[in-house]
């Protein structure tokens, strides 16, 4: 299929794959994929009411959700909607306040020196350093 200007229009294209991708992204990160177990609750729903008639989906709800029981068909139990919990998706990330890079020269004595290659937008040594300094005490 190929898109032209007459067959479609390029915002109703951008929002359409706007809304594919908010979505892709929420049912990765939340809980909405439970949303897409909703056949399974409505198979399950119809396969109680055909060994109960008289059930009601209030009872059937409470049966699984309210005071759920270890019966013969837990296993079909766990995989209800909203019944077991995944790890989702958690990115974390960490700054490391200790790392310096540094350069070592050979000066004429033949030490080595170092000197910092850069210097840490959150660790400054130098004001830290003069800050805290031992008390002095004026003699008089």
Same mark, same amino acid.
């Given at each position: 299929?190929? @898109? $032209?200007?007459?067959?479609?229009?390029?915002?109703?294209?951008?929002?359409? +794959?706007?809304? @594919?991708?908010?979505?892709?992204?929420?049912?990765? &990160? &939340?809980?909405?994929?439970? @949303? @897409?177990?909703?056949? %399974?609750?409505?198979?399950?729903?119809?396969?109680?009411?055909?060994? $109960?008639?008289?059930?009601?989906?209030?009872?059937? %709800?409470? &049966?699984? =959700?309210?005071?759920?029981?270890?019966?013969? /068909?837990?296993?079909?139990?766990?995989?209800?909607?909203?019944?077991?919990?995944? #790890? %989702?998706?958690? !990115? !974390?990330? &960490? +700054?490391?306040? =200790?790392? /310096?890079?540094? #350069?070592?020269?050979? !000066? =004429?004595?033949?030490?080595? !020196?170092?000197?910092?290659?850069?210097? #840490?937008?959150?660790? $400054?040594?130098?004001?830290? $350093?003069?800050?805290?300094?031992?008390?002095?005490?004026?003699?008089?």
């Amino acid at each position: 299929m190929i @898109l $032209n200007e007459k067959s479609c229009n390029f915002d109703t294209v951008k929002k359409l +794959i706007s809304i @594919l991708l908010l979505s892709l992204y929420l049912v990765s &990160t &939340t809980e909405l994929y439970q @949303l @897409l177990k909703m056949p %399974l609750l409505i198979e399950h729903y119809i396969q109680h009411k055909n060994l $109960n008639p008289e059930m009601s989906l209030t009872a059937f %709800l409470k &049966t699984h =959700y309210d005071h759920p029981v270890k019966d013969s /068909d837990h296993d079909q139990d766990q995989r209800l909607p909203f019944v077991s919990h995944a #790890s %989702l998706l958690s !990115v !974390v990330f &960490t +700054i490391n306040s =200790y790392l /310096d890079f540094y #350069s070592t020269e050979k !000066v =004429y004595n033949a030490r080595e !020196v170092k000197k910092p290659l850069y210097k #840490s937008v959150l660790y $400054n040594k130098e004001i830290l $350093n003069s800050i805290w300094q031992p008390p002095r005490f004026l003699q008089s």
